[in-house]
Each structure stands twice: as structure tokens, then as C-alpha cells.
């Protein structure tokens, strides 16, 4: 359209006499060609851009080479941003990297925000690509990307793409698409919305779960009424109270939800396995039933001293197993605080108060 267009004004420069109104007339006309060119190729490349996310059932577009660089070749500023979650299907199978998971979250903040704007024009402000590596390996080279997940924003405003595009930080991505959402809206004019997540349960497992419960309430009742079920069971108590114990000071709650691994593989050694990671910003899920178990040894010792040995007649007995609780119970302890001091570096130390002394 852009040689069409020029090869029409040569013409018509030939043509016509070279007088001074029409030599402006052509001079104004070789100018705006340009601006009416990138202007025709932002709204074609746009308009491709809403059909292809029309056609994505969580609205991420499929990214490669040629499209990118179709992209980046717009001037700016552009009529869109685009973030980009960059993929490998052979490190799915990576439990520590756990990439499906974070494509999953990716996927959420893309329908999330066209839930938000169904059909208006802030919908358009911003596009979600997915690109993969054995597909576009050029793409992953020209932004030197050297270890995944990685999530990169290409702001409008983009013109050079080193300088201006902005990594999102892996410290993020814990949170996910919260995390996400707040790092799209901190670097451009983006208002995602919120992040709506699908129920853990259906509607369908919900009215499956109500109809049992009312064919079976007769008989609980009736349990209940009589006195024998496990919730008149105090070992039933005691034993559910230990679990919620442990779960508690294991951080079992915290792994479940931010799906910790349990542990990790060597990177340098590919059949050893790393079960504690010395460093304060990640905690395996061995490592919290290290110290649950811990904790669990002193509860159980402080409730077996407090409970059952005041029963014990003999004096002597008495005072040796409270001498082996205690003992069990600082080296429990100790290597509690070993652990911490291993793995964040900070260190405690024991003092005798001034007054002590």
C-alpha cells in the first residue's frame, strides 16, 4: 500500500506542472504517506490480535518469531502492551522450576481481566502471550533469557527493547496472578481488576455433597442423640489435636497452598536429592516436617510430664523420666535453632541475665 501510494505521487509529479502550489501540495502528501502507512498497519495488526484472543478460551494469544517481531516493529507508542510468559514444554516435568503452575496463574490474570472488561475499549490496552521455546528459540535469544519462569512486559511506550522492557522479579511470582497483577498495573496504565478464581468445588460436587448428607442426617441424628460417634471419642480429641498441632508448626498449611516441593534435585548430581535449601526466601516441605517433628517431641514430653508423670508414685523413677524429658526436650530444641541458624544465618545466643549473677 505504501510503494502503491508513493509510485501514485511520482506519477502525478510528472504529470502535472512543477509550479510552487504544486510542488507543496506533493510535499505535504510525501510526508503524511508515512503516518497513514503505520497507522493502517497498527489497526491490521490489532484487529488480528482480538481474533486471535477471541479464539483462546482464557484469551492468551499463542506468540512466535514472526508476530513479534511484527510487534516490536511498530513505532511507538504503541496501541497496546504486551506481556509475555515465556514456556518450555521440556521443563514441565521439573517439579522445582513448576512451570505448569505458573502458566495456570498467567492464564487466570488474561480472563480475569476480560472478565473485568468484557467489551469496551480498555480491553485493548493490553495483550497476554504465551511463547515457547522449541517453537521460537530466536525470541527467547534476542531477550537473553537464561533461566525460567520468566514473565517480561513490553510497555507502549517500548522503543528500545533492552532498555525499556521490564522483567517481572522472581521474588513475584510466590503470590501468583495477584502477583502478577499488581506488577502489570505498577508499570503501565493497566487496570487488570480483580482475580476471579474458580471454586474449589463445583456446583455439581456441591449439590452431589448436599444429597448425601440428607439421605445420611437421619442416621447421624440419631448417633449423635445415642452418644456414640468418634466425636464422644476423646482419643479421637486428643489424637486430632496432635495433627493440628503439627500442621500448624510444620507450615503443612503453607506448603499446600503455595505447592512447595518436598524436595529438590541436584542440579549438579542428577540422582541427589536436596531435602533442606540453605537460603531464607524458600522452605521445602521436608524441612517443615523436620521441625513439626521437633516441636511435636517437646509437646508430647511437656504433656507426658504434666499429665501422667505426677502420677507416678516413686519418687525416684518420677525424677529420672523428668530428667530424660527435659534432656530430649533442649536437645529438640537445639536442633531447632541449629536449623534456623544454618539455613538464614542469624544466630541465638544463650545469656545469663545481670541480675543472675
Known sequence: MHETLQNFLINLTM???????SLLLITLLFLLTPIYTHS?????????????????????????????????SIPSPKPFSSLIFFDAKQLHSKSDINLPAFKREFSLLSSSFLVNHPKNSNNTHIFFFVIEFQESQSSFALFELKSLPHIRL???FLTDLKRDSVPMDASGYSRGAESMKEFVEANVE?????????????????????????????FLVKKIVSGDTLLHDKYMWMTGSIFVYFFSV????????????MYLEDRNDAGKMIFFYQASGMQLGTEG?????????????LAFMTHVLVCVKDRGAQRLLMALGLIVSFWAVKKVIYLDNWKTGYGIHAY??????
Open 15 to 21: 504529470a502535472i506542472s512543477p509550479s510552487p502550489s
Open 40 to 72: 493502517n498497519t497498527s489497526d491490521a495488526l490489532l484487529s488480528e490480535l482480538i481474533n486471535l484472543r477471541s479464539q483462546s478460551p482464557t484469551g492468551v494469544i499463542h506468540l512466535n518469531d514472526s508476530l513479534l517481531q511484527r510487534i516490536l
Open 154 to 156: 513490553l510497555p507502549f
Open 190 to 218: 493497566v487496570n487488570v481488576g480483580p482475580i476471579h478464581r474458580p471454586p474449589a468445588i463445583s456446583k455439581k460436587m456441591m449439590a452431589a455433597i448436599g444429597g448425601v448428607f440428607l439421605i445420611w442426617s437421619p
Open 250 to 261: 510444620s507450615g503443612t498449611m503453607h506448603s499446600i497452598i503455595r505447592k512447595v516441593p
Open 289 to 301: 516436617f523436620a521441625v513439626g517433628f521437633l516441636y511435636i517431641v517437646v509437646g508430647l514430653l
Open 352 to 357: 545469663w541475665p545481670s541480675s543472675w549473677m
